[in-house]
């Protein structure tokens, strides 16, 4: 068979893996995977080019509202179990060195994360795979114990750099740098270089690449990190986050009419949504960055779109945050740059 061949059929592949997670049958998606291994697809391209982009599709699926967050929850399970069989099926003996793969403390999206501990084990590294929201403390204490060549951080949310910050420069302190991925250090990199990371790759296979290429370190040493925090606006607005959004919710609530006739679930997703927004705006004061809260607010936009919700109450609830933060005036420019990106998608 052809590789043009091969690669049209992973595409159907890929379809029909995706209609299995997302009826949570297991048995007929790890049976997929190992009936293609049995036929001679490398492993790491079942990963790479069939569970991966099937797993991207859940997220916009769930984002279109076309699927649920228990059936999003449940294909996530059943990805990780197949993904589990193809590793059992194929071992592979460590010759190229030991890293530690690890999601950032606080980030719950393992699946990449886990994606790129095969691929390296395919790829003939010793790999401890640690799972989920890893604390700096036990992850440096497990470098301790193991001395590994490299660390490879997974971040899936900017929420979580400011977290993710803290494990790099841990882990650096103790002599092992630090490969970054995921959606969550930004496109290119850009928050892995500016958080003092070592490296950074787009992708699982890219990652391998680079630590087999021997590349670490691939970023130069930022000559300052991060002077903006000096002004201590990032830990008042993380401090007063509990009272900000209290009183946030208690305004909107008396300003947005429809909000009168809310269900307890309504009012329960109304309050996770500007949590999110506080999260995202204390982000983007860690890193400096507008446009990470700004292309925030257009997807928040777009998912409360397909789900009926006005773009305007996303404006009303900015506003309405920017007021409670008069203390804080970096915030407030961003909130007024966010309050402009959500007008425009009125």
Same mark, same amino acid.
């Given at each position: 068979?052809?590789?043009?061949?091969?690669?049209?059929?992973?595409?159907?592949?890929?379809?029909?893996?995706?209609? #299995?997670?997302?009826?949570?049958?297991?048995?007929?998606?790890?049976?997929?995977?190992?009936?293609?291994?049995?036929?001679?697809?490398?492993?790491?391209?079942?990963?790479?080019?069939?569970?991966?982009?099937?797993?991207?599709?859940?997220?916009?699926?769930?984002?279109?509202?076309?699927?649920?967050?228990?059936?999003?929850?449940?294909?996530?399970?059943?990805?990780?179990?197949?993904?589990?069989?193809?590793?059992?099926?194929?071992?592979?003996?460590?010759?190229?060195?030991?890293?530690?793969?690890?999601?950032?403390?606080?980030?719950?999206?393992?699946?990449?994360?886990?994606?790129?501990?095969?691929?390296?084990?395919?790829? $003939?590294?010793?790999?401890? %795979?640690?799972?989920?929201?890893?604390?700096?403390?036990?992850?440096?204490?497990?470098?301790?114990?193991?001395?590994?060549?490299?660390?490879?951080?997974? #971040?899936?949310?900017?929420?979580?750099?400011?977290?993710?910050?803290?494990?790099?420069?841990? #882990?650096?302190?103790?002599?092992?740098?630090?490969?970054?991925?995921?959606?969550? %250090?930004?496109?290119? $990199?850009?928050?892995?270089?500016?958080?003092?990371?070592?490296?950074? +790759?787009?992708?699982?296979?890219?990652?391998?690449?680079?630590?087999? +290429?021997?590349?670490?370190?691939?970023?130069?040493?930022?000559?300052?990190?991060?002077?903006?925090?000096?002004?201590?606006?990032?830990?008042?607005?993380?401090?007063?986050? +509990?009272?900000?959004?209290?009183?946030?919710?208690?305004?909107?609530? +008396?300003?947005?009419?429809?909000?009168?006739?809310?269900?307890?679930?309504?009012?329960?997703?109304?309050?996770?949504?500007?949590?999110?927004?506080?999260?995202?705006?204390?982000?983007?004061?860690?890193?400096?960055?507008?446009?990470? %809260?700004?292309?925030?607010?257009?997807?928040? #936009?777009?998912?409360?779109?397909?789900? $009926?919700?006005?773009?305007?109450?996303?404006?009303?609830?900015?506003?309405?945050?920017?007021?409670?933060?008069?203390?804080?005036?970096?915030?407030?420019?961003?909130?007024?740059?966010?309050?402009?990106?959500?007008?425009?998608?009125?």
């Amino acid at each position: 068979m052809t590789d043009l061949g091969l690669a049209a059929d992973l595409s159907a592949t890929t379809e029909r893996h995706l209609e #299995c997670i997302g009826q949570a049958d297991e048995y007929g998606a790890i049976d997929l995977l190992l009936g293609l291994l049995d036929e001679g697809v490398p492993a790491e391209r079942l990963l790479l080019e069939v569970v991966a982009p099937a797993q991207r599709r859940v997220g916009d699926l769930w984002a279109a509202n076309e699927w649920s967050v228990a059936r999003e929850h449940g294909a996530t399970a059943v990805s990780e179990r197949a993904v589990a069989a193809v590793a059992a099926k194929v071992r592979t003996s460590p010759k190229d060195g030991r890293v530690t793969v690890a999601c950032s403390d606080g980030e719950y999206h393992q699946l990449p994360t886990r994606l790129l501990a095969e691929v390296l084990r395919l790829r $003939g590294w010793q790999v401890d %795979f640690l799972g989920a929201s890893v604390p700096g403390f036990h992850l440096v204490t497990h470098l301790h114990q193991t001395g590994p060549d490299a660390v490879a951080l997974g #971040c899936a949310l900017p929420t979580r750099l400011p977290r993710a910050h803290a494990t790099i420069t841990a #882990c650096q302190a103790v002599g092992v740098p630090v490969l970054a991925g995921g959606l969550g %250090f930004g496109a290119g $990199g850009r928050f892995a270089r500016k958080l003092g990371a070592d490296g950074w +790759a787009p992708t699982a296979d890219a990652a391998a690449d680079l630590l087999q +290429a021997g590349l670490l370190p691939s970023f130069p040493a930022p000559l300052e990190t991060l002077p903006h925090l000096a002004d201590a606006r990032y830990a008042q607005l993380v401090k007063g986050r +509990a009272g900000q959004l209290s009183r946030t919710m208690r305004a909107l609530t +008396a300003a947005y009419p429809p909000m009168a006739s809310y269900s307890d679930q309504q009012l329960e997703s109304t309050a996770d949504d500007l949590g999110h927004i506080v999260d995202f705006l204390a982000a983007a004061l860690y890193v400096d960055d507008v446009p990470l %809260f700004t292309d925030f607010i257009s997807w928040t #936009c777009e998912v409360l779109r397909v789900r $009926g919700v006005p773009s305007a109450s996303v404006v009303l609830g900015l506003c309405l945050l920017r007021d409670e933060l008069h203390d804080l005036p970096r915030a407030r420019d961003i909130l007024a740059e966010g309050i402009e990106t959500a007008r425009s998608a009125q």
